[in-house]
């Protein structure tokens, strides 16, 4: 014997009910001698919902429930049509017209008094299923398919709880097991949801009860399978809805499908698995849509996947209720009491999480009983709240739990600590924790805002070996950003391939324009994209970044902006790591660098900002790397400026000196404004950033500038900056007389000294390591313990877009795989 169930999605209308027809062929054929087949069917789509809104409206008084009575009766109707040849149509069209009568009889007393109870729940929305099945058989009657209806009614017997009634199985299996073993037939016809109790008053099993029907009747029957036919194909490993990485669970344990059903998945009905588990029954979970796709088989016994975790659930609508005080310390019958409040209101408890000091109790309930339980706990508390040995009971809504499920966890040491990390890395905060000794479930209370992206996380975690999912918002496209973007777009299939990173652009902004697309912004049409976006806004693009909570964010800062540099606490606050091309925030007041470093480091993020010394090189991450491995930063000797080496290497007096900086300029090489560059701000800067990685405290004003410039150069505008340069060139001229004389070369040097630092022009000999340095070449120096005689030299190319830009991607790519 075999049961089939078909979900309220099967049968939602004429179509879907022809496909369902054509399955109930395909199990039925060919008639095997003495098996049966009983098939459960859901109510219409959307049906139960029209028929209790419509009681409710009536209840309320309003004639609007009138209405939805019509929209019910239309479609019921309209299927009939549909689906059965006009000569078949006259019976079941006189009872649907007679079924739809007595329910607006029924909406017109609740109208009349004014009132909608439980009963009367039960008994307006039987007649979804009733009906339902009763235009299937029709149909396969029509197709010459011999069936029995039958009214579950007659079969399943409930106490009087109504909306939620238990059954009693020694009657209804007594029911059952009788009928069906003295009916002749092969195929019968059921409603799903609804029973009845002892006195023949209707009750339902429960939203979703159908699936229950279908197990009550396969474990009375000792079915060879019980089959749930729905709108999914099996029971997956999260919910398709918030990962698009999600696939099908091909085999579960009865114990893991219980868990998942409980926590959230809604494939099934939790209370379905336990009639037919204690029967040893497998529950096939197939697809109307997909019948030939394999779907989820369940068994006492899941054949073994080399997945440790079986699937990720959520449950949203959670509020945790916290009893706590000192006077619980210690004294029994604290946790009894609770419960006890919390029965007698008939609240349910989802989860319970209690410290080892014993001085607070924390249980996790359905968000609409919060007050409820606030009044029952507190009331039932009242002498130890006036004593103060008890707090009042605490609430905390806008919570869901996200739970963890598998059989094969047990005794997997570090499923819980993989867990948490991966959460934690991408600031999910967890509010309460609770696994049960078995170790078939770990679950995690979290704000509810954060269930996207810790069921992606977590998904990733544990499911995804190919890749992480990297998000990038990118601000600054001009010369650098664009670099970095085409970068990025040769590189993303080996970023994939080797590095197992799918790295995607979410966000871009610049001075002008900005635009933000959750699924990812085309890299071969970003600037069209981004032209046709909003009006730019710097916080509205922060905003937009934060709400959207993607896992793995990253904000890559390509500009030279302060407010820009001013947003990056808000991210890191948020766990979005920041990679910074722009010196401002690092060179900012030391205050707010370390702020900015030790958010980092709280909100388990990174902060990097490489390019702001060397562009390119690994100037910093070499640093880092020394001090990291214990050795002491000494002294620091540096050309860091592209720029002025570029200058000093093309001066010879035969040209202006403005027009080499020009030239600088024109190749990208300086700063939008070349006297940062010249005047020595852009060199303090980067020293005071490495002095700064090298462990001292340092602020700008402290570091010494012997600057070159003439006054007159670093006055008014741009423009005015090159006409004052002409006009000293024989400034400039002598400068570099006196050291082509000494047999010399002009190189900017930046020193970091045992706590000192300082910047200025000096002749460099060429015994001297910095003098062999080209073009526009950048060298540190780093003299140490370890390297105490021969520094350690970090030396290339110190400017320019396409260096500058590799720089950036290299941040990002430690960022990705932090």
Not at 206 to 229: C, F, H, M, N, P
Not at 462 to 468: C, G, L, R
Not at 585 to 609: I, M, V
Request: neutral net charge.
């Amino acid at each position: 014997m075999q049961v089939l169930k078909f979900g309220g999605t099967s049968v939602a209308n004429a179509e879907n009910i022809n496909k369902v027809v054509s399955i109930i062929k395909e199990r039925t054929a060919p008639i095997i001698t003495g098996r049966k087949t009983i098939v459960v069917a859901s109510a219409l789509g959307g049906v139960t919902d029209l028929l209790l809104g419509a009681a409710e409206l009536a209840a309320a008084g309003s004639e609007a429930y009138k209405d939805k009575l019509s929209i019910i009766e239309q479609r019921h109707l309209e299927a009939v049509k549909q689906l059965l040849p006009i000569a078949h149509q006259s019976q079941l069209l006189s009872l649907v017209k007679k079924a739809c009568n007595e329910i607006e009889d029924i909406c017109n007393g609740i109208f009349l008094l004014g009132e909608l109870t439980p009963r009367s729940k039960d008994r307006i929305s039987s007649y979804g299923e009733w009906l339902s099945s009763q235009i299937i058989s029709a149909k396969l009657s029509a197709e010459k398919i011999a069936n029995w209806w039958k009214d579950s009614r007659e079969l399943i017997v409930t106490n009087s709880l109504f909306t939620a009634a238990e059954v009693d199985f020694t009657l209804t299996n007594k029911k059952i097991t009788s009928f069906f073993t003295s009916s002749t037939g092969d195929l019968f016809l059921l409603p799903g949801f609804i029973a009845a109790d002892k006195n023949g008053i209707t009750t339902t099993l429960g939203r979703g009860g159908s699936d229950y029907t279908a197990a009550i009747i396969a474990s009375a029957v000792k079915a060879s399978i019980l089959e749930i036919w729905t709108d999914v194909s099996g029971m997956m490993t999260a919910d398709p809805r918030l990962t698009s990485n999600a696939r099908i669970i091909p085999h579960i344990s009865y114990q893991e499908a219980m868990e998942l059903s409980h926590f959230g998945a809604k494939v099934i009905y939790p209370p379905t698995i336990q009639p037919v588990m204690t029967k040893d029954i497998p529950v096939w979970i197939k697809n109307t849509f997909a019948p030939a796709d394999e779907g989820t088989l369940i068994e006492s016994v899941s054949t073994k996947n080399g997945n440790i975790v079986r699937g990720i659930s959520s449950i949203n609508n959670i509020t945790l209720i916290s009893l706590e005080g000192s006077g619980m310390i210690g004294i029994p019958g604290f946790s009894k009491r609770l419960f006890e409040a919390l029965s007698n209101e008939k609240i349910n408890v989802i989860l319970i999480t209690q410290s080892s000091s014993e001085h607070s109790i924390c249980v996790g309930i359905e968000e609409a009983a919060a007050k409820k339980a606030k009044l029952a706990v507190d009331a039932a508390f009242t002498n130890e709240i006036t004593l103060q040995k008890v707090e009042p009971l605490k609430i905390e809504d806008g919570l869901s739990i996200v739970a963890l499920v598998g059989e094969n966890m047990k005794s997997h040491p570090g499923i819980s600590g993989r867990m948490f990390g991966a959460m934690g890395r991408n600031g999910v905060n967890i509010r309460a924790i609770s696994q049960g000794s078995s170790e078939k479930n770990i679950s995690a209370v979290i704000s509810t805002q954060d269930v996207r992206k810790a069921i992606n996380v977590l998904h990733e975690e544990f499911f995804e070996t190919t890749y992480k999912q990297v998000n990038l918002f990118i601000t600054g496209t001009g010369n650098v950003g664009s670099k970095f973007l085409g970068q990025l777009q040769k590189q993303v299939k080996f970023l994939q391939e080797q590095l197992k990173l799918q790295v995607r652009i979410v966000g871009l902004s610049n001075s002008r324009n900005m635009v933000i697309e959750e699924e990812g912004i085309p890299m071969d049409n970003w600037k069209e994209k981004l032209q046709k976006g909003q009006k730019a806004d710097l916080q509205k693009f922060v905003d937009g970044i934060i709400s959207r909570n993607l896992r793995n964010s990253i904000f890559v800062d390509v500009t030279a902006n302060d407010k820009v540099a001013e947003v990056y606490d808000q991210l890191l606050q948020k766990s979005i790591s920041v990679v910074a091309c722009n010196k401002i925030a690092a060179s900012s007041p030391y205050k707010n660098y370390k702020r900015l470093k030790d958010l980092a480091r709280e909100f388990n993020c990174q902060f990097l900002f490489e390019t702001n010394v060397g562009a390119g090189l690994p100037v910093i991450g070499t640093l880092n790397d020394l001090v990291g491995s214990g050795d002491r930063i000494n002294k620091i000797q540096a050309v860091l400026s592209g720029t002025l080496n570029f200058v000093f290497n093309n001066y010879d007096g035969t040209r202006k000196f403005a027009e080499v900086v020009k030239q600088a300029q024109d190749e990208g090489y300086t700063e939008p404004d070349p006297r940062l560059d010249l005047g020595g701000t852009d060199v303090m800067r980067k020293i005071m950033i490495l002095a700064r990685e090298a462990g001292e405290k340092i602020e700008m004003d402290e570091i010494d500038n012997n600057s070159f410039m003439p006054a007159s150069c670093m006055q008014g505008s741009v423009e005015d900056f090159y006409a004052a340069m002409v006009k000293e060139e024989e400034h400039f001229k002598k400068l570099f007389e006196k050291a082509n004389k000494e047999g010399c070369k002009l190189k900017f040097v930046a020193s970091y000294d045992n706590g000192k630092a300082s910047v200025g022009l000096q002749h460099i000999d060429p015994k001297h390591d910095l003098y062999h340095l080209y073009g526009k070449d950048n060298v540190v120096l780093f003299y140490t313990d370890r390297y105490s005689e021969q520094p350690m030299v970090v030396k290339g190319a110190g400017a320019g877009a396409e260096v500058t830009a590799s720089g950036v991607f290299a941040d990002v790519i430690r960022a990705s795989k932090a």
